[in-house]
């Protein structure tokens, strides 16, 4: 039985560590295997399949007796935005590229998202987090795709650019009226100043791979 329980545990710390590397060395050893074992001992997974771990380690995590008060208040989301890569390497959504315009108008048509993207807000700066490195808590804005070489790519955005990607996910929005939204909400003096602005966010966007387009 001992052989048996070592196994199992050497098998599910190995799949872990490929994911969570971060978290791990930043826990040390020791916290890290006594959250292995009591994810181990108390979590019960929902999916059979061996690739899903990871998201019912992220589960496990979110439950209120995962994390003892001797861990850093950071663990869950360090812990999601390492999780964040392996979900979007993974996904099967594609681009419809025969709906997609490459050379129309950002403002006076819809843009299009890549459709394999993660626009992300965490309470600390998890992207700065490292073994050596303190970090404070500090809100925190990250959008996260998959390029055209199926490469993840994380560019670290602010409130603005997230709520303009927000307004944009929903295909309802012109690039245009997006903005003139978002211009309102901050009550920003100067509108036009906000959608010049908001153009060359979408521009740099879709130059990096995170916009492909308008839809014809």
């Not at 073994?131 to 490469?151: C, G, I, Y």
């Not at 709520?163 to 929903?170: D, E, G, Q, T, V």
Request: proline residues 6%; neutral net charge; glycine residues 4%.
């Amino acid at each position: 039985m001992e052989i048996y329980r070592k196994l199992v545990y050497n098998n599910l710390e190995s799949f872990l560590l490929t994911c969570f590397p971060v978290l791990n060395k930043v826990l040390g050893k020791r916290r890290w295997t006594r959250l292995m074992r009591s994810f181990l001992a108390t979590h019960r997974s929902r999916s059979p399949f061996f690739r899903q771990i990871p998201d019912e380690f992220i589960q496990f995590l979110q439950s209120e007796e995962a994390i003892s008060a001797n861990y850093p208040e950071f663990v869950l989301e360090l812990a999601h935005y390492e999780w964040v890569e392996l979900a979007l390497s993974i996904s099967t959504l594609a681009p419809a590229w025969e709906a997609i315009d490459r050379e129309g108008s950002l403002l006076e048509q819809r843009p299009v998202l890549n459709p394999v993207f993660a626009n992300l807000r965490y309470s600390w700066p998890v992207h700065r987090i490292g073994p050596r490195t303190r970090v404070t808590p500090t809100e925190t804005w990250l959008l996260v795709f998959r390029n055209a070489d199926d490469q993840i790519q994380f560019t670290e955005i602010n409130a603005f650019t997230s709520r303009l990607i927000n307004l944009l996910a929903s295909d309802e929005h012109t690039g245009k009226a997006a903005l003139q939204i978002v211009a309102i909400e901050s009550r920003h003096p100067s509108p036009e100043v906000v959608i010049q602005g908001g153009l060359e966010i979408m521009r740099d966007l879709m130059a990096r791979g995170a916009i492909l387009g308008v839809f014809k």
